[in-house]
């Protein structure tokens, strides 16, 4: 059974920093572009960033690419984001999504992604 499951969200001031997990389970990761999302309360869902499964290429949207790090541990089945200088309006549950695939020129789009993980609430506020 395919699963993705997030941790790492939490309360952080504007400023600070966090890293999130994805830790795969029933696939193996590395054979997968994995996504990860954002979505605000009344928003919608946005890309934030991609790793592809061939190359390891990595794609960011424009607001968060010198901010966000993406990479992957291959021994851990596990994908991280690594979320620096975080602002008020980072604030959103972010996702991560695997799809075999995507990634290869952008980020694609939510709906083109196959699995999903329950998402982890990230807050950044003072």
């Known amino acids: 059974q395919v699963q993705l499951v997030e941790s790492g969200g939490g309360l952080v001031q504007p400023g600070g920093s966090l890293r999130l997990s994805c830790a795969a389970s029933?696939?193996?990761?590395?054979?997968?572009?994995i996504g990860w999302f954002r979505q605000a309360p009344g928003k919608e869902r946005e890309g934030v960033s991609c790793?592809?499964?061939?190359?390891?290429?990595?794609y960011y949207a424009d607001s968060m690419k010198d901010r966000f790090t993406i990479s992957r541990d291959n021994a851990k089945n596990t994908v991280y984001l690594q979320m620096n200088s975080l602002k008020p309006e980072d604030t959103a549950v972010y996702y991560c999504?695997?799809?075999?695939?995507?990634?290869?020129?952008?980020?694609?789009?939510?709906?083109?992604?196959?699995?999903w993980g329950q998402g982890t609430q990230v807050t950044v506020s003072s």
């Open positions: 029933g696939f193996t990761a590395h054979y997968y572009a």
């Open positions: 790793i592809s499964s061939s190359d390891g290429r990595t």
């Open positions: 999504a695997a799809d075999l695939w995507l990634c290869q020129d952008g980020l694609g789009s939510p709906g083109e992604y196959d699995y």
